[in-house]
């Protein structure tokens, strides 16, 4: 029963990414699958979007060209703790996401990364966050 009230509860997803083109597709791509996704190109922009709404999850690149992603998810985890943030990582910088594991981060993902992989990846950070909300 339990599976079935998470399955139908929408899940709010923040995408920070300042590849304006890959944050488009997803969030079309997510969008089909029943994701309402909200998007950011840099994170200041992220951190107003944080705090004028409520999310469930958030994905946010490691490099950006306003603010390094470690600095965001610094910012993201003093503000709202208890949400899950998923690393994005380009080739070659697994030592800053694994830096983002330590500060807080759900996990991390390296980019190009499939669609059903990230989709699985949040599942499960909505998952534990609920299962936390919980206790």
């Not at 994701?35 to 469930?56: N, P």
């Not at 669609?115 to 949040?122: D, R």
């Amino acid at each position: 029963m339990q599976d079935t009230l998470e399955t139908q509860k929408q899940i709010k997803l923040l995408l920070v990414d300042d590849e304006v083109g890959f944050s488009t597709v997803i969030s079309k791509r997510m969008g089909k699958r029943g994701v309402l996704v909200e998007t950011a190109s840099g994170g200041a922009e992220a951190i107003q979007l944080l705090r004028s709404r409520d999310f469930d999850v958030a994905i946010l690149d490691l490099k950006m060209e306003d603010m390094d992603g470690i600095e965001v998810l610094k910012i993201f985890k003093k503000m709202v703790p208890k949400m899950p943030v998923i690393m994005l990582t380009g080739h070659g910088s697994e030592s800053s996401a694994q830096e983002g594991i330590l500060l807080g981060a759900f996990d991390y993902l390296t980019k190009p990364c499939e669609l059903n992989e990230l989709l699985q990846k949040i599942s499960e950070a909505v998952a534990m966050k609920h299962k936390e909300n919980i206790k």
